[in-house]
């Protein structure tokens, strides 16, 4: 069972330069999610999804863009990479409208912009 | 809007002692509470899902309860290992679509 494959694991960027945040989960699940963790501000949410086609902002989409043309692959790009987007980025999966299962999550992308 | 908190923030206890990870939230109004394990440097992993029907969840050593009037969360760890050592991150669902809110987090270090 892979679960929340996330690629790459690690990233330099420097400023102005775009990127692709990859995401896959092989669980058929319709709700996808983009975090980022930064160290005292705990995990927020970027963009999420509740199936192909469908996405929506979350708490702090401003500088990022995502798609859903499948329901396996949730990819989040940088238009224009700035060091405030230097974080630790977090996909996630789970079933909609489901109260009884839970979230998985990937390992993560730890972002730099120099 | 949803706020969570989590006390306290770190905390570090010997070996085999039973502890108490606090979580909060300001709505009641929830669809279900999980609670993480985030090793550093790495994902999270899912430890218990609470359904907000529900009063308590358990596995193995870990035993979650959720007081949903209250607006409270426990996690209690039994005979704490050193292998327990992580943050533990507690999440609340809102409502049927899947956005869940995060509190900051409880570093535990549990030493030998």
């Known amino acids: 069972n892979a679960g929340v494959t996330q690629t790459p694991k690690f990233q330099v960027l420097k400023t102005g330069q775009s990127m692709t945040l990859q995401c896959a989960q092989d669980?058929?699940?319709?709700?996808m999610s983009w975090y980022r963790q930064d160290p005292g501000m705990g995990l927020r949410l970027i963009h999420y999804s509740v199936g192909a086609g469908i996405t929506d902002q979350g708490e702090v989409p401003n500088g990022y863009n995502v798609s859903r043309s499948t329901t396996e692959d949730f990819p989040l790009r940088l238009l224009s990479a700035a060091p405030s987007q230097t974080s630790v980025y977090f996909c996630?999966?789970?079933?909609?409208?489901?109260?009884?299962?839970?979230?998985?999550f990937g390992q993560g992308t730890r972002l730099t912009v120099v | 809007k949803q706020e969570v908190t989590q006390i306290p923030a770190a905390l570090s206890v010997p070996e085999g002692e039973n502890l108490v990870l606090n979580c909060s939230f300001t709505?009641?109004?929830?669809?279900?509470l999980q609670w993480f394990r985030q090793d550093p440097g790495k994902g999270l992993t899912s430890l218990l899902l609470?359904?907000?029907?529900?009063r308590e969840q358990t596995s193995g050593r870990l035993n979650a309860s959720l007081d949903k009037s209250s607006g409270r969360s426990t996690l209690y760890i039994a005979a704490s290992q050193p292998g327990d050592s992580a943050t533990y991150l507690c999440a609340v669902k809102g409502g049927s679509q899947g956005n869940l809110i995060f509190g900051k987090g409880t570093k535990l270090s549990v030493k030998p």
């Open positions: 709505d009641s109004a929830i669809y279900n």
């Open positions: 669980m058929n699940h319709e709700y």
């Open positions: 996630a999966s789970s079933y909609e409208r489901a109260a009884n299962t839970e979230a998985f």
């Open positions: 609470i359904q907000s029907s529900q």
